[in-house]
C-alpha cells in the first residue's frame, strides 16, 4: 500500500526508509547518517559511506517504511540525481511490475514531503512557514537532490518569517534605524531639490521635456507618499528595497519632435542622473551592520 500518491499514474515507487527522532536538536548537533539511494547509488561519495559508519552508534533505533508514487518525468526533469539514478543503467531504472523502485535513507520524512510536493507543482500542499529546524532538514534534501529550481519560490518565504528583528537588541534595530532614517532624509531631500528646479523652469531649456519630468518626478513622489502626506508616512510605509525599486522605474522622457528629432535631455541634472545618485545611496545604506561594532570591549580587570 502506497502512504503517499503525489501522481496517481506515477511509475517510480520511493521508499524512504528514516527513523524516530529521539532528540529534536538542530541538525549539525550530531553528524547523522548520511542519504542514500540504495544498493546501487550513483552518488557513492557520501561522507558516512567513506568512512564506513554503522547504526551502532544510534543505539540500532528501529527504521520506518514510507512510500511515495511519484512521475518520473518530474523526478528526471528537476534533479540530475534523480535522472541519472532512473536513466543511467542503474538497478533503479528497471521496471518491476510496471514501476521503477527507488530507496532513499536518512531524509526527515516530513522535509521529503515538502520536497516531493514541490518537485510535483503540488505548491498547495506546501506550508507558508517552516521551523529553522525543518528549514535544515529541506535544506539537506535539496542539496542533496539538487532540485534548487524547483524550490526556489519557497526558500526566501520561509527565511522572512524566521527574520524576526525584534529579537535583536536594542542597540543594533536603532542603528538599523538612523540608517535608514539618514537614508530617507537624503532620499526626500534630493526629490524635492530637483522638483522645485523643475518648478521655477530652471531644469531642461526644452519646456516639453522639463514639464515630462516634473509629471514624472511628482506622480513618483506621490506613490511613496512624499506629497499629500508627512515625511514620516512615507519612512513608516517602505522599506529601503521598496523605494529603489520605484526609483529605478522613473526615466528621463525621450520623444520625437515635429521636425521627427528625438529628445533626450542632455542637461547635467535630470531624471537620470538623479536615480543614479538616490540608487548609490540606498544601496551604501542597505550594507550591513559589522557585529563587531557592537561587541563589549574585553574587561582586564
Not at 536538536?25 to 539511494?37: A, C, I, W
Request: charged residues 25%; hydrophobic residues 35%.
Amino acid at each position: 500500500m502506497i502512504d503517499y500518491i503525489l501522481d496517481p499514474s506515477g511509475d517510480v515507487i520511493l521508499t524512504l526508509e528514516w527513523y524516530l527522532e529521539k532528540d529534536k536538536s538542530l541538525p549539525g548537533s550530531e553528524k547523522p547518517t548520511s542519504p542514500t539511494h540504495g544498493p546501487n547509488d550513483p552518488r557513492t561519495d557520501t561522507p558516512d559511506r567513506a568512512k564506513g559508519k554503522d547504526r551502532s552508534e544510534n543505539k540500532n533505533p528501529e527504521p520506518q517504511f514510507t512510500t511515495f508514487q511519484l512521475s518520473s518525468s518530474h523526478l528526471i526533469l528537476a534533479s540530475p540525481v534523480f535522472k541519472a539514478a532512473l536513466t543511467g543503467g542503474w538497478e533503479e531504472g528497471r521496471m518491476n511490475n510496471g514501476k521503477r523502485h527507488i530507496r532513499a535513507e536518512g531524509f526527515d520524512l516530513e522535509a521529503m514531503k515538502i520536497v516531493l510536493d514541490a518537485v510535483h507543482c503540488r505548491n498547495r500542499q506546501i506550508p507558508k512557514t517552516v521551523t529553522l529546524e525543518m528549514l535544515a532538514k529541506i535544506a539537506t534534501v535539496v542539496d542533496y537532490y539538487a532540485v534548487h529550481e524547483a524550490m526556489g519560490l519557497f526558500g526566501p518565504i520561509w527565511v522572512e518569517h524566521l527574520l524576526k528583528v525584534e529579537n535583536l537588541p536594542s542597540t543594533i534595530i536603532g542603528c538599523m534605524n538612523r540608517q535608514r532614517r539618514e537614508a530617507f532624509d537624503t532620499i526626500l531631500h534630493d526629490l524635492e531639490t530637483y522638483r522645485s528646479v523643475l518648478l521655477d523652469n530652471k531644469g531642461c531649456p526644452n519646456e516639453v521635456c522639463s514639464t515630462l519630468q516634473l509629471g514624472t518626478l511628482t506622480r513618483t513622489m506621490y506613490e511613496l507618499k512624499i506629497i499629500g502626506s508627512s515625511s514620516e508616512e512615507c519612512f513608516h510605509s517602505f522599506s529601503l528595497q521598496e523605494v529603489e525599486y520605484k526609483i529605478q522605474a522613473i526615466s528621463c522622457p525621450s520623444w520625437k519632435s515635429d521636425s521627427n528629432r528625438r529628445h533626450c535631455c542632455k542637461t547635467e541634472t535630470n531624471l537620470n542622473t538623479l536615480k543614479e545618485a538616490i540608487v548609490a545611496c540606498i544601496r551604501g545604506k542597505m550594507k550591513g551592520l559589522q557585529l563587531a561594532d557592537f561587541a563589549s570591549p574585553p574587561s582586564f580587570a
